[in-house]
């Protein structure tokens, strides 16, 4: 077993641990998600990735060593990446140590199944780490700008468009992504407050 799937199952099995114990009848949850660590891998002294749950979908950075700074749950700290410099939070949990989270959406009600929801984190992912060059990856600019695959809003309506894209996709076998994806919303967890 790869260091990078060690973590996954260890981030996993932690965040179903909270969910069985901590989050049952809580409003906020999509019952049609489930706890995914997705694309996790090292980055700069970190195990790198993100955690979709039923309550929220968060980039994530566990600490590849013994973490020995003293830092509170709750502090907050900036990680610059090739997109830009993205503000992260402390938390800890016991049997996964210390930790830091991005919110890219809370609460995670766009998402009706996880297929969409993984497909929106390697999309983030991609855009986080390559900068989203349009020169370079122009299907990854079009899903900043919420055209590939599916152009959906926030009360369920699919433009005419969008339904193309998606018709497409599927018949392609790819998984459909949340639309009005723009990539500074998407990162910054502001698509829901600012699409209303």
Do not use: Y
């Not at 199952?9 to 660590?37: D, W």
């Not at 020995?68 to 140590?97: M, N, T, V, Y």
């Amino acid at each position: 077993m790869s260091n990078a799937t060690a973590i996954t199952n260890r981030l996993e099995a932690c965040f179903r641990q909270v969910h069985a114990e901590r989050m049952t009848g809580i409003p906020i949850l999509n019952g049609k998600l489930g706890v995914r660590a997705v694309g996790i891998a090292p980055w700069n002294g970190f195990w790198f990735g993100v955690l979709i749950t039923p309550w929220f979908m968060n980039l994530v950075l566990l600490p590849q060593e013994a973490d020995e700074e003293i830092i509170r749950s709750g502090e907050k700290r900036l990680f610059a990446f090739p997109a830009g410099p993205f503000e992260f939070i402390r938390g800890h949990e016991d049997g996964l140590g210390p930790f830091w989270m991005c919110s890219l959406f809370s609460p995670v009600f766009e998402f009706e199944e996880m297929e969409t929801a993984e497909a929106t984190a390697i999309a983030a992912l991609a855009g986080l780490m390559e900068g989203v060059q349009v020169d370079e990856d122009r299907d990854m600019q079009r899903i900043w700008q919420g055209d590939l695959p599916e152009a959906v809003d926030l009360e369920g309506e699919h433009t005419a468009a969008g339904q193309e894209e998606a018709g497409a996709a599927e018949d392609a076998g790819k998984a459909p992504v949340a639309a009005e994806l723009s990539r500074r919303k998407l990162l910054t967890g502001q698509l829901r407050d600012s699409s209303r």
